[in-house]
């Protein structure tokens, strides 16, 4: 069999790219690629002679995994696979054929997409169909919308939008549909967006994200009444949100009425491939046109979706865009055209089932599961499961069910399923598990096998995973919700601390410490409230607990406050509330003791040297001229020594005074108060190995501490973390201050008592007389 060598080249070629841009492959000598090819942003100039095809895999390589660290596991993409090698290597064929004869191009384009078009048309049971191949999923619908003002407006291929305002057209969509999807139609088509018409869903019967029919008929008929065009009516099957959906035969019927287009579109149409396909789906094979988003049902990447379309005049779908005489543009479906025939009919059907069949069994476990709320339309044939934790069989805080027992738990559920969701998708990357906003439900987590599976590989032990981990989740998310409540009433027993109302927060809650100081202005106020919460925020992450401590949300509205996160059943929330008080009371008190005795010392230093002075001129006064001489002055204090009554002094740090040397040297002692023992905190009675605000063998959630009370939680306060007070002054805390003497000469005297480290101390030593040792002030520091 001849072989083109260009495409066994191209194949070859994106071999070897796979496996660099996947498997991180490196050139033979990292450190000068690394030199090579800098992480940069800013770009190199553009070599003269080019560069080879490895080393420009290699570059795209490392501007793929510029932002990685080193120390954090790579972030792979999506499992490729052998078919995604085959999608990837049709864009490559692509661009090789486009350069090929005309005759020979516009045989090999009219077989790929004829081809095409036959087997997605018997695969979803869309008899006499055509096919339009695009890339934004919108687009197909965007057509379809064009093909129909043609149809139904003669005169608007020579015209124009004039040929609207004898009657505007309508087009109709559900409430659930894609956010954003009819606004686009409304710009690409030049129409007001008074011809879009929203239609609410259900409200009394059936499922609330289904569209209501007969309020449908309604709208169509005043539309018509006043002289407006019914033109075109989108449908869901599988809306976004919760992949319910419309009563698609129905609405058909609805249509072929007023003569409007019916288009569909869902995940839900993957199913048609199956054959146990449920009934409301397969009405979808009698609409005039529906969108197929093969590339995540088969794990295809940079595949095109595909509209399917009955229309029997080429001419108007040629002027609608739906079809091309370029023949490049033709060749959009060559990459699925390889993928379908690399799976074949049993691996598409097998994929499918195998997503559907996941859905079914998170659905049968979910049930087993309290706490947990499904909200699924059909239990027999979904493929998307949504559920969210509720608040109905959660543990109770008073005696009866949480529902409606607090303002705003509504939001309150919905930052916990939140963080349910996120949880879940970073234990278990593999189920694919999102984040989805119902109007009714709330905030919800979704999983939709049909849309992740084949790109991450899903299994039914990852399954089985994903329901492990939520189990072990739900206790957390009932005692966090059960306490919430708790804290806030711990919290308001405390005046010094301030509760922070921040519904969006998935914890406990929030608490500010408010400093006492009332008479600080409002910006000093505000810095101070700021400077204390931040260093309360580090001491509790500094403690040995469980809990977590933050700041709250990036972008949240509070400031300045701390963010307790989520909490377990042993939890004693008054020990923890305690604990925070005194924290912020200790920093609040020694920031204002550091600010006291900033003061206090200024003052005290401008005391003394006012005392220094004036000892400094009764010592002259005393001693006379003659003795200030230094000669003269040595020799008449050795004949006749001189007694001074200037006595030394030492300044009292915490105390801020100047005090006299006398009561020191006369005791021969340090006078001053015995520290205080340390009061013994509840540490002391915590068990061995048990960590902090964690009660001994707790039980249900009626039991509370014995310190929860006003008073017990403030003496809780002061056992734990004892109050800073004014300590009495001692001599390790003074410093001495003498006045200057004039020159003496130094004799030998006897050693006096040893004294304690850190004393700093004018020693006054007496004379003897008839000849004996003089009085003497030596200074020492």
């Given at each position: 069999?001849?072989?083109d060598p260009t495409l066994a080249e191209m194949?070859?070629?994106?071999?070897?790219?796979?496996?660099?841009?996947?498997?991180?492959?490196?050139?033979?000598?990292?450190?000068?690629?690394?030199?090579?090819?800098?992480?940069?942003?800013?770009?190199?100039?553009?070599?003269?002679?080019?560069?080879?095809?490895?080393?420009?895999?290699?570059?795209?390589?490392?501007?793929?995994?510029?932002?990685?660290?080193?120390?954090?596991?790579?972030?792979?993409?999506?499992?490729?696979?052998?078919?995604?090698?085959?999608?990837?290597?049709?864009?490559?064929?692509?661009?090789?054929?486009?350069?090929?004869?005309?005759?020979?191009?516009?045989?090999?384009?009219?077989?790929?997409?004829?081809?095409?078009?036959?087997?997605?048309?018997?695969?979803?049971?869309?008899?006499?169909?055509?096919?339009?191949?695009?890339?934004?999923?919108?687009?197909?619908?965007?057509?379809?919308?064009?093909?129909?003002?043609?149809?139904?407006?003669?005169?608007?291929?020579?015209?124009?939008?004039?040929?609207?305002?004898?009657?505007?057209?309508?087009?109709?969509?559900?409430?659930?549909?894609?956010?954003?999807?009819?606004?686009?139609?409304?710009?690409?088509?030049?129409?007001?967006?008074?011809?879009?018409?929203?239609?609410?869903?259900?409200?009394?019967?059936?499922?609330?994200?289904?569209?209501?029919?007969?309020?449908?008929?309604?709208?169509?008929?005043?539309?018509?009444?006043?002289?407006?065009?019914?033109?075109?009516?989108?449908?869901?099957?599988?809306?976004?949100?919760?992949?319910?959906?419309?009563?698609?035969?129905?609405?058909?019927?609805?249509?072929?009425?007023?003569?409007?287009?019916?288009?569909?579109?869902?995940?839900?149409?993957?199913?048609?491939?199956?054959?146990?396909?449920?009934?409301?789906?397969?009405?979808?094979?009698?609409?005039?046109?529906?969108?197929?988003?093969?590339?995540?049902w088969l794990g295809l990447p940079a595949v095109?979706?595909?509209?399917?379309?009955?229309?029997?005049?080429?001419?108007?779908?040629?002027?609608?865009?739906?079809?091309?005489?370029?023949?490049?543009?033709?060749?959009?479906?060559?990459?699925?055209?390889?993928?379908?025939?690399?799976?074949?009919?049993?691996?598409?059907?097998?994929?499918?089932?195998?997503?559907?069949?996941?859905?079914?069994?998170?659905?049968?476990?979910?049930?087993?599961?309290?706490?947990?709320?499904?909200?699924?339309?059909?239990?027999?044939?979904?493929?998307?499961?949504?559920?969210?934790?509720?608040?109905?069989?959660?543990?109770?805080?008073?005696?009866?069910?949480?529902?409606?027992?607090?303002?705003?738990?509504?939001?309150?559920?919905?930052?916990?399923?939140?963080?349910?969701?996120?949880?879940?998708?970073?234990?278990?990357?593999?189920?694919?598990?999102?984040?989805?906003?119902?109007?009714?439900?709330?905030?919800?987590?979704?999983?939709?096998?049909?849309?992740?599976?084949?790109?991450?590989?899903?299994?039914?032990?990852?399954?089985?995973?994903?329901?492990?981990?939520?189990?072990?989740?739900?206790?957390?998310?009932?005692?966090?919700?059960?306490?919430?409540?708790?804290?806030?009433?711990?919290?308001?027993?405390?005046?010094?601390?301030?509760?922070?109302?921040?519904?969006?927060?998935?914890?406990?809650?929030?608490?500010?410490?408010?400093?006492?100081?009332?008479?600080?202005?409002?910006?000093?106020?505000?810095?101070?409230?700021?400077?204390?919460?931040?260093?309360?925020?580090?001491?509790?992450?500094?403690?040995?607990?469980?809990?977590?401590?933050?700041?709250?949300?990036?972008?949240?509205?509070?400031?300045?406050?701390?963010?307790?996160?989520?909490?377990?059943?042993?939890?004693?929330?008054?020990?923890?509330?305690?604990?925070?008080?005194?924290?912020?009371?200790?920093?609040?008190?020694?920031?204002?003791?550091?600010?006291?005795?900033?003061?206090?010392?200024?003052?005290?230093?401008?005391?003394?040297?006012?005392?220094?002075?004036?000892?400094?001129?009764?010592?002259?006064?005393?001693?006379?001229?003659?003795?200030?001489?230094?000669?003269?002055?040595?020799?008449?204090?050795?004949?006749?020594?001189?007694?001074?009554?200037?006595?030394?002094?030492?300044?009292?740090?915490?105390?801020?005074?100047?005090?006299?040397?006398?009561?020191?040297?006369?005791?021969?002692?340090?006078?001053?108060?015995?520290?205080?023992?340390?009061?013994?905190?509840?540490?002391?009675?915590?068990?061995?190995g048990q960590r902090l605000f964690r009660r001994?063998?707790?039980?249900?959630?009626?039991?509370?501490?014995?310190?929860?009370?006003?008073?017990?939680?403030?003496?809780?306060?002061?056992?734990?973390?004892?109050?800073?007070?004014?300590?009495?002054?001692?001599?390790?805390?003074?410093?001495?201050?003498?006045?200057?003497?004039?020159?003496?000469?130094?004799?030998?005297?006897?050693?006096?008592?040893?004294?304690?480290?850190?004393?700093?101390?004018?020693?006054?030593?007496?004379?003897?007389?008839?000849?004996?040792?003089?009085?003497?002030?030596?200074?020492?520091?």
């Open positions: 069999m001849m072989v194949g070859k070629n994106l071999n070897e790219a796979m496996k660099i841009l996947e498997d991180g492959g490196k050139a033979s000598d990292p450190d000068a690629d690394r030199r090579q090819f800098s992480r940069s942003s800013i770009p190199g100039p553009l070599q003269g002679d080019g560069q080879d095809v490895a080393s420009i895999l290699q570059l795209v390589q490392n501007l793929m995994h510029e932002d990685e660290e080193e120390d954090k596991p790579s972030h792979r993409m999506q499992n490729v696979g052998e078919q995604g090698h085959m999608a990837l290597l049709g864009h490559s064929l692509a661009a090789y054929i486009s350069v090929l004869d005309r005759e020979r191009l516009r045989k090999l384009i009219t077989r790929i997409a004829s081809d095409t078009t036959l087997w997605l048309c018997r695969l979803f049971r869309y008899e006499s169909g055509s096919a339009y191949y695009h890339e934004d999923d919108r687009e197909g619908l965007l057509k379809v919308c064009r093909l129909v003002i043609n149809t139904r407006y003669e005169d608007y291929s020579t015209e124009g939008y004039t040929v609207l305002n004898s009657r505007q057209p309508v087009i109709y969509q559900s409430a659930t549909c894609r956010p954003g999807l009819g606004q686009h139609l409304c710009s690409q088509l030049a129409l007001p967006l008074s011809s879009l018409c929203t239609v609410p869903c259900n409200t009394m019967f059936g499922s609330q994200h289904q569209m209501d029919i007969a309020l449908l008929d309604k709208l169509i008929r005043e539309d018509v009444e006043t002289g407006k065009l019914p033109l075109l009516l989108i449908a869901n099957a599988g809306t976004p949100g919760a992949g319910h959906t419309d009563k698609l035969g129905r609405l058909k019927e609805l249509c072929e009425q007023y003569g409007m287009w019916l288009h569909i579109e869902g995940v839900n149409l993957a199913t048609l491939a199956l054959w146990d396909v449920s009934s409301p789906v397969t009405a979808a094979t009698r609409s005039d046109s529906m969108t197929l988003t093969l590339g995540p095109p979706a595909v509209t399917l379309y009955r229309h029997e005049d080429p001419a108007l779908s040629l002027a609608a865009g739906l079809t091309s005489s370029q023949p490049v543009e033709k060749l959009r479906a060559l990459p699925l055209w390889l993928s379908l025939q690399y799976l074949g009919h049993d691996g598409i059907v097998e994929k499918i089932r195998h997503a559907v069949e996941l859905s079914q069994q998170l659905l049968e476990k979910l049930k087993t599961l309290a706490s947990i709320k499904t909200s699924v339309e059909d239990e027999l044939n979904s493929p998307v499961v949504v559920f969210r934790f509720s608040q109905e069989t959660s543990a109770e805080s008073s005696g009866g069910s949480v529902e409606g027992y607090f303002a705003g738990e509504r939001e309150v559920l919905d930052s916990l399923n939140r963080w349910l969701c996120e949880q879940l998708a970073q234990l278990v990357p593999a189920s694919g598990v999102d984040i989805v906003e119902l109007e009714d439900e709330g905030t919800c987590v979704r999983f939709t096998p049909l849309m992740t599976a084949a790109a991450l590989g899903t299994q039914r032990c990852d399954v089985d995973l994903l329901v492990e981990r939520l189990t072990e989740l739900i206790p957390v998310l009932n005692c966090t919700l059960r306490l919430r409540l708790d804290f806030r009433e711990e919290v308001y027993r405390h005046s010094a601390l301030s509760y922070i109302e921040d519904l969006s927060w998935p914890g406990l809650g929030a608490v500010r410490y408010e400093p006492r100081v009332e008479e600080l202005t409002d910006s000093k106020r505000k810095l101070e409230v700021e400077k204390i919460n931040s260093e309360l925020l580090v001491k509790l992450g500094d403690l040995d607990a469980d809990l977590i401590f933050s700041t709250g949300l990036e972008f949240g509205p509070e400031k300045d406050c701390i963010f307790i996160g989520m909490a377990t059943e042993d939890l004693d929330v008054a020990e923890l509330v305690d604990t925070i008080a005194a924290l912020g009371r200790d920093i609040e008190e020694n920031g204002r003791l550091l600010e006291n005795m900033t003061e206090v010392v200024r003052k005290g230093i401008q005391e003394a040297e006012l005392q220094l002075q004036k000892d400094n001129q009764d010592k002259l006064m005393e001693e006379g001229v003659l003795r200030q001489i230094p000669l003269v002055g040595s020799v008449l204090n050795w004949f006749s020594p001189f007694q001074s009554t200037v006595k030394g002094r030492t300044f009292n740090l915490a105390a801020g005074s100047l005090d006299s040397t006398e009561p020191t040297y006369s005791m021969k002692a340090q006078t001053g108060g015995l520290a205080s023992p340390e009061t013994p905190t509840s540490s002391a009675k915590r068990l061995p001994e063998g707790a039980g249900g959630s009626d039991s509370h501490s014995e310190t929860s009370s006003v008073g017990q939680a403030e003496d809780f306060s002061r056992e734990r973390f004892p109050q800073p007070t004014t300590p009495s002054p001692v001599p390790d805390e003074a410093v001495s201050v003498v006045p200057e003497s004039p020159e003496i000469p130094q004799v030998p005297a006897e050693p006096e008592p040893t004294q304690e480290k850190g004393e700093v101390g004018t020693q006054e030593k007496e004379r003897q007389p008839d000849g004996q040792d003089a009085p003497v002030e030596e200074t020492g520091r």
